[in-house]
């Protein structure tokens, strides 16, 4: 995985992670952003439909290993889990498809993201940083999102807890472009589902659970048996847009059964394993390829410049088990 061959790109990536540091403080050894997670191990079974998307291996195979990882939002190790500012949650997906071979699946928990480009995303950093509490309105966070409608709506998009991390969808939101083995190709996003069904708690319900009671229920669930997603990948539309996240398609565009995620084990060596994963939003497998949103050599830059300064960092507890202590 390449740092972006444009200074500039880097650059802008360095820049917001000093920015997610102003806003969160320097937590040395974790993410900069879903810094409080746990990493699951299993297994990924492609559909029958998977190979008349793309030809890409974890699509033709009869089964893919996988290490997929929940988080919370921010960049605080210890935020509780019934937090709202630990909303939306995270999942990122990889799969194993051999020595230092492998593509990875990055979702949260609300479908959209509340900038297109990295700058304003910077810009948007830079307001909420600004905007201590006591200050008059309309404070610099306010003002941001009067002149950007795609983040006041991303801000105001319901974002409810859920039961527990399996009982929630996650959706990729860039898109790509899948071609199978006749070159035939569409443009796609990531959805994955939950086999037990969506399910969510109200705020008082939300209230009144531990601070740490996401990942101790999943801790617990995956002890008991299988965690099952289903992944699917919605298909755009004549004239829908694929090179801007902010910009969710509608309802009724079909979406192609993918495959199924079976989560048997929280992965061993937890914090070492989740300190050394760097996933990486590019796909760079034969027959996914990337869109031309602006978002994703960023988001490659921040996960790769972040990765390795966590990697050089000392050994630390992963974020679950340290919110737990």
């Known amino acids: ?70 988080s919370t939002s921010t960049g605080l190790p210890v935020i509780p889990d019934n937090d709202p500012n630990a909303r939306p949650f995270g999942l990122a997906i990889r799969f194993h498809l051999g020595e230092h071979v492998h593509t990875d699946i990055i979702g949260h928990s609300t479908d959209g993201f509340p900038t297109r480009t990295g700058q304003e995303f910077l810009a948007f950093l830079r307001a909420v940083a600004a905007s201590g509490s006591g200050q008059p309105s309309p404070t610099p966070i306010e003002v941001f999102l009067g002149s950007h409608p795609a983040a006041l709506r991303f801000v105001q998009t319901p974002k409810p807890s859920p039961v527990s991390f399996a009982t929630e969808a996650y959706f990729g939101v860039t898109a790509f472009r899948f071609t199978n083995a006749d070159g035939v190709s569409s443009y796609g996003r990531y959805r994955i589902v939950p086999k037990a069904g969506v399910a969510h708690l109200d705020e008082a319900a939300a209230k009144a659970k531990g601070p740490n009671y996401l990942f101790d229920e999943l801790s617990y669930r995956v002890s008991s048996g299988p965690v099952e997603f289903s992944v699917e990948v919605q298909i755009a539309g004549e004239g829908d847009v694929v090179d801007d996240a902010t910009v969710s398609w509608p309802a009724d565009r079909p979406a192609i059964a993918f495959g199924t995620l079976v989560l048997n084990a929280v992965a061993a060596d937890n914090a070492s394993e989740q300190k050394h994963i760097i996933f990486d939003p590019i796909p760079r497998v034969d027959g996914i390829e990337p869109s031309a949103d602006p978002l994703l050599e960023l988001r490659a830059a921040v996960y790769l410049i972040s990765g390795r300064r966590r990697r050089q960092a000392p050994e630390v507890a992963s974020s679950a088990e340290t919110a737990a202590s």
């Open 1 to 70: 995985m390449p740092l972006p061959s444009d200074e500039r790109v880097v650059q802008l990536a360095d820049d917001i992670l000093k920015q997610f540091e102003t806003i969160f403080g320097p937590h040395a050894g974790f993410r900069p952003a879903h810094a409080k997670g746990l990493l699951l191990a299993g297994h990924f079974t492609p559909s029958q439909q998977a190979a008349s998307l793309t030809r890409a291996p974890h699509a033709t195979r009869r089964h893919t290993p996988v290490s997929v990882r929940f």
